[in-house]
T-cell receptor
Framework: DGGITQSPKYLFRKEGQNVTLSCEQN?????MYWYRQDPGQGLRLIYY???????QKGDIAEGYSVSREKKESFPLTVTSAQKNPTAFYLC???????????????FGAGSRLTVL | DQQVKQNSPSLSVQEGRISILNCDYT??????FLWYKKYPAEGPTFLIS?????DKNEDGRFTVFLNKSAKHLSLHIVPSQPGDSAVYFC???????????FGPGTRLSVLP
C-alpha cells in the first residue's frame, strides 16, 4: 500500500530539547511538505522540498530544520528555538512537474508533539 | 492576514439535509482549489478539487462551486450523513506554485 508514514504518533519533550519527527513516503512523489496545525487555525507551512537535497522555508520556519537526503524521507527537527512547539504536525507529499490540477497533497496521519 | 478564510468555525446539519461549507480567498492569483476532510488525530484526506476554468465540479454527494469574481467557493454535501462529521479545510493554490494555503477549517456536525 502506498502512503506516507509519520512517526512517532505522540511525542513528549522537555523544554530545551530538540526532537525529530520522521516522515517516509513510498508514493514516488518528488515534493514533500511539513505543516503545523493549531486549534482554530488552518494548516501552516513550515518547510517544503521539491527535490532531493533542496528545501525552502515556508511561512513559519523559525525554530525548525529539515533535511532531504533521500526522495522517500523528509524529517523535521523541532529545535529548542521554537517558542511554542506544542502542536499537531502533518507531513504531506505531491507529485512534481505536473499541472497543479494533479498536485493533490497526500497527508500522513500526523504527529502530536507536547512540550512539558 | 489570512489569504483563505472559512468564516464559519462550525456548522450543524440534520442527517439527510444539505451541508454548505463556504470559503473565501483574497489572492487573485489562486486558480486551483482543494477541499479536505479531517477526523481528529488523523491526517486530512482529499475530497474534491476545482480549477478556475470551471465553476462547478461534482463527485457523488460532493459538489464544489467556484465564483471567481467574488473569490468565493462552496462545498455542498447532499445528502449529509453522520459519517460526514469532521473538520473541512479549503485550500487554494496557483497553477505553477507548489504550495497551497489552507483556511482555518469548519467543523461539520451531522445530527442523526
Amino acid at each position: 500500500d502506498g502512503g506516507i508514514t509519520q512517526s512517532p504518533k505522540y511525542l513528549f519533550r522537555k523544554e530545551g530539547q530538540n526532537v525529530t519527527l520522521s516522515c517516509e513516503q513510498n508514493l514516488n512523489h518528488d515534493a514533500m511538505y511539513w505543516y503545523r496545525q493549531d486549534p482554530g487555525q488552518g494548516l501552516r507551512l513550515i518547510y517544503y522540498s521539491q527535490i532531493v537535497n533542496d528545501f525552502q522555508k515556508g511561512d513559519i520556519a523559525e525554530g525548525y530544520s529539515v533535511s532531504r537526503e533521500k526522495k522517500e524521507s523528509f524529517p523535521l527537527t523541532v529545535t529548542s528555538a521554537q517558542k511554542n512547539p506544542t502542536a499537531f504536525y502533518l507531513c504531506a507529499s505531491s507529485s512534481q512537474g505536473e499541472l497543479a490540477g494533479a498536485n493533490v497533497l497526500t497527508f500522513g496521519a500526523g504527529s502530536r508533539l507536547t512540550v512539558l | 492576514d489570512q489569504q483563505v478564510k472559512q468564516n464559519s468555525p462550525s456548522l450543524s446539519v440534520q442527517e439527510g439535509r444539505i451541508s454548505i461549507l463556504n470559503c473565501d480567498y483574497t489572492n487573485s492569483m489562486f486558480d486551483y482549489f482543494l477541499w479536505y476532510k479531517k477526523y481528529p488525530a488523523e491526517g486530512p484526506t482529499f475530497l474534491i478539487s476545482i480549477s478556475s476554468i470551471k465553476d462547478k465540479n461534482e463527485d457523488g454527494r460532493f459538489t464544489v462551486f467556484l465564483n471567481k469574481s467574488a473569490k468565493h467557493l462552496s462545498l455542498h454535501i447532499v445528502p449529509s450523513q453522520p459519517g460526514d462529521s469532521a473538520v473541512y479545510f479549503c485550500a487554494a493554490g496557483d497553477n505553477y506554485g507548489q504550495n497551497f494555503v489552507f483556511g482555518p477549517g469548519t467543523r461539520l456536525s451531522v445530527l442523526p
